[in-house]
């Protein structure tokens, strides 16, 4: 089956670095876009980035425009998520997600989380 792994969290202060991962097995990783979204406390999921299949196209969320920079490496079946600058409303569970179907980037910032396979997230928490 569909899995996807995230690692890379951990606690930081304001204004550093952090890169998540995510590791996907039990599919053909070139063949599917992948994304990152987040959830904060008593707020809903919400969609921090995306990128094609091939990693030549990219799409971020307004509120991550300029900090955040999502890439993959598909001969390791590995997306990942660099996080620069990070404020205190960056603190949240960050989870990995690949679409079901053939999704684009795009189209993965507003379909339902049934249309994607979801990591178990892992926790960024950014101290002021």
């Known amino acids: 089956q569909v899995q996807l792994e995230e690692s890379g969290g951990g606690l930081v202060q304001a204004g550093g670095s952090l890169r998540l991962s995510c590791a996907v097995s039990?599919?053909?990783?070139?063949?599917?876009?992948m994304g990152w979204f987040r959830q904060a406390p008593g707020k809903e999921r919400e969609f921090v980035a995306a990128i094609s299949r091939n990693g030549g196209f990219t799409y971020y969320a307004d509120s991550v425009k300029g900090r955040f920079t999502i890439s993959r490496d598909n001969s390791k079946s590995t997306a990942y998520l660099q996080m620069s600058s990070l404020e205190a409303q960056d603190t949240a569970v960050y989870y990995c997600a690949s679409p079901r179907d053939m999704s684009t980037a795009q189209d993965m910032s507003v379909r339902g989380e049934d249309n994607h396979f979801w990591g178990q997230g892992t926790q960024v928490t950014v101290s002021s």
């Open positions: 039990g599919r053909i990783f070139s063949w599917y876009t």
